[in-house]
């Protein structure tokens, strides 16, 4: 009995030493993997950075857990601004069943190392670099596998049948995987959530056995076929079906019904057609409703008021045509409704949409809407965004608009309104953005709107705005952080997902640095709403290399009839990216405090400007383009315009009284010949090399003719002259050509108002 008591006594004693040198084990892994990541990430380092290598055991580090005897089961490096490739010996953590590395920046394949991590219950790869084959299959413990937002490819049919006995989630959304998804996870008894949004998967949208699932997503792929009834049997568990933007037509089945517990259904970009279900009305927990961009008939189901809980609800481009459906007036719980691209031509009031007192969100834009603009959208006291864009309403704003308190976006562009832009504009303190470019609006801009303090994104472009830009203005958008907190506090104020996103790209001068990024960034339609959102919401939206590090707001003011000149106070818009005021009748000097704003892009082309082109344009350090063409500037080009080290687009074209030479080392020398054209008092020392950021030096239209190509050849006439004359006839020949421009430029605004 002694000696197996001291038997038994060895052994735990050797057990508890084999802990202690796994355990030390673990602890050289970490140091490993910490002399790994600072290798490949000499800056911007996560939180690894500051692990203690002199601490016995590693079970306090951030981002690590251990279990009971002190064995690392657990290490979170996500968003830790890793880069390079994959750590190659995470399996000698041979106790790691938790392994978070997302929102990273790993390239190259999957390290062979992770196939032998056969402990992982979950792996989370998701938002990095990684691609090649997705080979998991050894991993049979997984619980959770999330892949999503990598650059994975391949036919992944093989990889789950060896690992679906214990998998409960698993997500590969937008990455490049194949194969036909039928019958993909029949064996995967546990399974409850697929994701496999955005990839190239083929075959049938849905099988036997999805009833099981209670979430199931498979967005943007090319599944086609039809949906039978036989999908949705009794018991449905589904709580999230999301099939949009694939290939499926025929009727969708009114089985749908028995997913009683479903709170979000998306059919968005199908072709399916026919009724819509009426089943769905049974579903008195449904919060979200996604119809747009199919062929269902006009009418809709009376049965949808009984979904008491739903809250958004996108019927948009399914051609109804007609008047607004009557029904949509008694969804008591909306907060969210999209109707935008469907050819209704009336009954905005009486369908009673405009009396739902919870909506937040009302998009009516892209239709055949006429007469005024209705007043009772005023008492919408919830409203946040209200979108009437690309309709034919004309008259007035109401002046009642300025009652609407939470809005944050106004989209009224393109329709054929006119008068006056309504003082009371300057009482939404909210407002984040406003278009009202391509109508007839006439009168001055308010000093009122100086009192939006949050408003950002200003367009007036294409109207008939005339009188001077107000100082006060200058105010606007100079505090928007008050609106930011609050939807950063509460995202469903701003969910302005609209299926298609067209609003956003409307809103976006993407023509303009940094903006046309917003744009790359916002092409797949997953993207386009995230981004949007985190736009909203105040976020940072530019990549690591801008360097700014504001808000990319603007002011659009182009093909107007403003005049005057531009006020010293505009130095005041630090949040401010892009300033547009071409093609109107400004004139005077260019304010030196101009210099001392943070401007990605300006542009003054097309109209009176004169004088030096001020000294303090070369603070605007993050200036990528420069338009100041067809005015009347004079001297020469100032010696800091060298400074301007991001500019791409240059233009001083047809300022025939600039004079001097354009430097030939510098910025300005990257420029070839258009960028000068039209100045005979401008001397081109030696001729610049054909470059790509050579531009199109024709002033803007808007709506005008060209300028006809005999003024170009006036000028040409008059540069030779100028060339051969003597010093006392170029004082002369300055003034010829001074008057000259400026006949051209009254015939050109009188065709302008012939138009």
């Given amino acids: 009995m002694v000696v197996l008591h001291h038997v038994l006594r060895a052994l735990c004693q050797a057990l508890i030493l084999a802990e202690v040198i796994l355990g030390q084990s673990d602890r050289e892994v970490l140091r490993e993997l910490k002399s790994f990541l600072q290798a490949q990430n000499p800056v911007n380092r996560g939180a690894y950075d500051a692990w203690s290598e002199t601490k016995a055991s590693p079970c306090r580090l951030q981002g690590v857990g251990c279990d009971a005897a002190g064995r690392v089961t657990y290490l979170d490096l996500s968003s830790s601004n890793i880069a390079g490739p994959p750590f190659g010996n995470f399996s000698r953590l041979s106790r790691l069943t938790h392994l978070d590395l997302s929102a990273n920046s790993i390239t190259g394949q999957l390290h062979p190392d992770l196939k032998r991590c056969r402990g992982l219950q979950y792996l989370n790869l998701s938002s990095n670099l990684i691609g090649g084959a997705l080979d998991v299959s050894t991993l049979t413990n997984l619980h959770t596998l999330d892949v999503s937002q990598n650059r994975f490819q391949g036919n992944i049919r093989t990889n789950f049948t060896s690992i679906c006995r214990n998998l409960s989630v698993i997500t590969v959304s937008s990455n490049n995987l194949t194969g036909r998804i039928s019958g993909l996870f029949s064996g995967c008894t546990k399974l409850s959530d697929v994701d496999l949004s955005w990839n190239q998967f083929t075959g049938n949208a849905v099988w036997k056995g999805i009833e099981r699932l209670t979430r199931f997503k498979a967005s943007t792929n090319n599944l086609t076929g039809s949906i039978p009834s036989s999908m949705f049997p009794k018991g449905c568990k589904l709580q999230y079906l999301d099939i949009s933007s694939n290939k499926l037509s025929g009727s969708f089945p009114d089985s749908i019904a028995n997913c009683s517990s479903l709170r979000s259904l998306s059919l968005w970009n199908n072709s399916f ?98 007469g005024k603009l209705p007043i009772e959208i005023a008492s919408m006291t919830s409203i946040t965004a209200l979108m009437l864009a690309e309709n034919n309403f004309s008259g007035k704003i109401p002046q009642s608009y300025g009652q609407l308190l939470r809005l944050q976006a106004l989209d009224l562009s393109y329709n054929s309104l006119s008068g006056e832009i309504p003082r009371e504009i300057g009482n939404l303190t909210s407002l984040l953005l406003l278009m009202l470019a391509g109508n007839q609006l006439s009168g001055e801009i308010p000093r ?285 020949l300055q003034w010829f050509v001074y008057l000259y421009h400026i006949a051209l430029r009254k015939i050109s605004n009188c065709r302008i108002s012939l138009k």
């Fill in 273 to 370: 057609g026919g009724s819509i279900p009426p089943g769905i009305g049974s579903i008195a927990g449904l919060e979200e409703l996604v119809l747009a961009s199919n062929h269902f008939h006009h009418k809709i189901p009376p049965e949808l008021i009984n979904c008491t809980s739903l809250k958004f609800l996108d019927i948009s481009d399914n051609n109804f045509g007609g008047e607004v459906q009557q029904v949509l007036g008694k969804l008591a719980s909306l907060n969210h409704l999209v109707l935008q691209e469907n050819n209704y031509s009336g009954g905005i009031v009486s369908s009673g949409i405009l009396q739902l007192s919870n909506l937040s969100l009302l998009d009516l834009s892209f239709n055949k809407f006429s």
């Fill in 448 to 732: 009122e709107i100086g009192n939006c303090t949050s408003l950002l994104w200003l367009n007036l472009v294409r109207n008939r705005i005339s009188g001077k830009i107000p100082p006060e203005m200058a105010s606007m958008g100079r505090n928007p952080s008050p609106t930011f907190v609050k939807n950063r506090s509460n995202p469903s104020l701003i969910r302005s997902a609209t299926s298609k996103c067209l609003p956003v790209y409307r809103w976006l001068p993407a023509s303009y640095p940094e903006f046309d990024y917003v744009e790359l960034m916002m092409m797949s339609q997953k993207n386009c709403l995230t981004m949007w959102n985190r736009i909203l919401m105040g976020y940072e939206i530019l990549p690591v290399t801008s360097p700014l590090r504001t808000a990319l707001g603007y002011v659009q003011l182009s093909g107007n009839l403003l005049n005057g000149e531009i006020p010293s106070t505009i130095s005041a818009m630090k949040n401010i990216s892009l300033l547009l005021l071409d093609g109107n009748r400004l004139s005077g000097h260019l304010p030196s405090e101009i210099g001392w704003m943070q401007l990605v892009a300006l542009n003054l082309s097309d109209n009176s400007f004169s004088g030096q082109i001020p000294f303090e344009i070369g603070h605007l350090s993050s200036l990528e383009s420069f338009d100041l063409s067809w005015n009347n500037f004079s001297g020469a080009l100032p010696s800091s315009l060298d400074k301007l080290s991001k500019l791409s687009k240059f233009n001083v074209s047809y300022n025939p009284l600039l004079s001097g030479e354009v430097p030939k080392t510098g910025q300005l020398s990257t420029f070839n010949d258009q960028s000068f054209l039209g100045n005979p008092l401008l001397s081109l020392n030696s001729p610049v090399a054909p470059s790509p950021r050579s531009i199109n030096n024709q002033p803007p239209s808007y709506g005008t003719e060209e300028h006809p190509t005999n003024e170009e050849i006036a000028v040409s006439v008059i540069s030779f002259l100028v060339c051969f004359s003597a010093t006392f006839v170029i004082r002369e």
